[in-house]
């Protein structure tokens, strides 16, 4: 007995060929003895292989498994991984893509896991393991409630993997769980499996650490201080730079840092830059005066854009400014932004995972849609306008791009390397992951919740489980800004009122508008009214797929505010907000987003117009039209999902395939 107990505790050492790391063989050791897991640790030290271990042994023991990530770029990204090594025991589903739902490991959005659950779908309730990629999500200002809503929502009988980077209060997450039931054992590993440099790049083209940095600015001519041997401290340098001469020397652009990488073998090279423009303005100035590939490189870069172009079954044509992408790619030199193409994003990471791409221009949205180092990351700036202030990254915001820097088994240390403006706000932060922002709770009772719970629960159910939240527990801790399950209960029950004022429900029981609510996620009241009006019946399928693009689309900065002709469901929708409006005295809906302005570009889509001509409609990017005509193919399927009318199906299924074709469609290969 003894001996076959000695095994049982024996931690693995391999797995497919590669050596585990320590935290590595401490998380599968509890997933083989069917315990919940959370694992904490640095971006690219291996987390996903202990996810990629837990799928292969439930395969193996006929369980299921649904694997959530955040994106929908991260959830196809892991069907093709997981499709490639198990084949058609895979499935999708991403709102806007289903295959194989029945399948035994099926790979979704949290959004979509979340919806399952609170409607009580019973393919989500049998399920074996769930796993939470990018777990860290709970602490996001807008989406973080989903997470929060779907752990609430597993079945106890569930068993859970979260993967987080680095966060200070993991421990805190189990006690929460603990205290709903759930055994969950923590793993938290700190060290980097390849350790990151930083440095800051200044206006004499030299890549310092941060104490030569700040001896570098307080020593230049602009502002010509005294660094007191050396003990001069950012705050007081702060006050110095408001002092600066106006004639002060030239900045350090990024084709010098470029060079710099260049010159010391630090490629490939991920730049990051927060702005589309800024992306494409400088992957052009260097394309214009660099060329990083040999001829066989090049023709490596034809066969695998032809290829891809293929598959997609799509031509240069189909693709605004492919020439311009196209003799970038030649060169080693790639853009990434959620204004491109799909398949221009797509051709990009492949070049860049061939290693046929030296520099990379990309925003934000790569780091967190995209799993794929790089020997060295750039930052144009290390401050940014969030929509309020110009303010430094945060921590967690910094790493989740630097820790893209270091590639496991190639490099012996990741290299970041940020440009600096001596006019940049205040004192310059330190970067260290064990300043990592907690997760505190982002829990929001929605009305799609309050039809859902009261479908199902008794009122003292209800108010148990909203007991149960993160919420409650961290204001039991003393963690400020979150609300306690009393105030909860007191959102839920003015929400209940509103519902019922709405003739959604008649006490605790569900009437036709309340049915329709269960099944819509996005603006729900707006879209049951919508349903509930007629309107929808009276729509062309075109129509039909505009006014989803209303409601789905999130106006930016410099879009246009009015169109000069506004479609013919306008109307509709202001008499259903005034009627609202006069019953939601306390405001609880918050009003209604609705953007008429994007209607005529997607119903123009929906008509069969290619996509240049759509685009004249609007200033809008290719990427963003992709987007939002999947965003109304999800809100169409929810629709379709709610009503029973054949009519009204039929034109919504109508609308769904005009969309789906071009480049909008997603396929699973």
Known sequence: MAAKKSQKNILPYKYRGLVLDEFQRQAIWYLEHKISTLVSAPTGTGKTLIADFLVEKTLEANQRLVYTAPIKALVN???????????????????????????????????????????????????????????????????????????????????????????????????????????????????????????????????????????????????????????????????????????????????????????????????????????EEKAKELAGTRDYLSAREKEAVRVNVRRKLQKAELSPEDIPKYNTWYSQWLRGIGVHHAGLLPVVREITEQLLERQLLKVIYATETFAVGVNMPVRTVCFDTLVKYDGEEVRYLTQHEYFQMAGRAGRRGWDKQGTVISRIEETAPGALPTWSESSIEPIRSRFHISFNMVVNLLARFQPWEIEEFLSHTLCSFQHQQGVPDVRSSAELMDDFRAKWALLQELEYMDGTKLLAKGEICRNIYIQEILVT????????????????????????????????????????????????????????????????????????????????????????????????????????????????????QASIRGKVLEAISRLDRGVVRVTTE
């Open 77 to 279: 990204q892991k069907y093709r991984e997981f499709h490639s090594r198990h084949g058609e025991k895979i499935g999708i589903v991403t709102g806007d893509i289903s295959y194989r739902q029945e399948a035994p490991v099926v790979v979704m959005t949290t959004e979509i896991l979340r919806n399952m659950l609170i409607r009580g779908d019973s393919r989500a309730a049998d399920v074996n393991w769930v796993v939470f990629d990018e777990i860290h999500y709970l602490n996001h200002p807008e989406r973080g409630t989903v997470w929060e809503e779907t752990i609430l929502c597993i079945p106890k009988s569930t068993l859970i993997l979260g993967l987080s980077a680095t966060i200070p209060n993991a421990k805190q997450l189990a006690q929460w769980m603990e205290s709903i039931g759930r055994h969950v054992a923590v793993v938290e590993h700190r060290e980097r499996a390849v350790p990151l440099r930083h440095l800051y790049f200044t206006k004499h083209s030299e890549a310092v650490e941060r104490e030569g940095l700040l001896q570098a600015v307080a020593e230049s001519p602009s502002i010509n201080a005294d660094t007191k041997g050396g003990t001069l401290d950012w705050d007081e340098l702060s006050i110095l730079r408001r002092q600066r001469r106006s004639g002060s020397a030239r900045t350090a652009t990024h084709l010098d840092l470029i060079h710099y990488a260049a010159k010391n073998r630090l490629f490939p090279c991920l730049y990051f830059v927060f702005s589309r423009e800024g992306c």
């Open 529 to 644: 009214e919508l349903i509930a009006s007629g309107l929808l019946q009276e729509l062309k399928p075109e129509e039909l797929a505009g006014l989803a693009a209303a409601i789905v689309y999130t106006p930016k900065a410099g879009d246009p505010n009015l169109t000069l002709s506004p479609p013919r469901w306008t109307p509709a929708v202001d008499l259903i907000y005034d009627r609202v409006s006069k019953i939601d005295t306390q405001q609880l809906i918050g009003g209604f987003s609705v953007y008429p302005v994007i209607s005529p570009v997607v119903a123009a889509w929906a008509e069969g117009r290619g996509l240049r001509e759509v685009l004249k409609k609007h200033p809008l990017d290719p990427g963003d039209l992709v987007t939002v005509c999947r965003q109304s193919i999800d809100l169409l399927r929810q629709i379709l999902t709610a009503v029973p």
